[in-house]
Nanobody
């Protein structure tokens, strides 16, 4: 059983919107935190957003604050990343990740499970 499966990436013009989905499995159910990261070739994976299991607490990198929104549907164990006002610099492979117990949110090494990644391309 694949722990996390992402979907929703694609090609969009600058100023457009996309919604990414991340479907969890039994292994990720009840996890402390779900996060989204992105990576471009030659650079490290960078933190974008995260949400706690309850959904009460959300966190964003400054580069996406006000444009992206993370949400969670516990009933179907799925996390979403709504991306609005997209810019060419948002182009990357986007990954969702699961942190089972509390740790440093920005550090990708502490996340226990990762999705396969989905490509987002924003044209100018």
């Amino acid at each position: 059983q694949v722990p996390l499966v992402e979907s929703g990436g694609g090609l969009v013009q600058a100023g457009g919107s996309l919604r990414l989905s991340c479907a969890g499995s039994g292994r990720t159910f009840g996890s402390y935190l779900m996060g989204w990261f992105r990576q471009v070739p030659g650079k490290e994976r960078e933190f974008i957003a995260a949400i706690t299991y309850s959904g009460r607490d959300t966190y964003y990198d400054d580069s996406v604050k006000g444009r992206f929104n993370i949400s969670r549907d516990k009933a179907i164990n799925t996390v979403y990343l709504q991306m609005n006002s997209l810019k060419p610099e948002d182009t990357a492979v986007y990954y969702c990740a699961c942190m089972l117990v509390q740790g440093p949110m920005l550090d990708p090494r502490v996340y226990n499970y990762w999705g396969q990644g989905t490509q987002v391309t924003v044209s100018s």
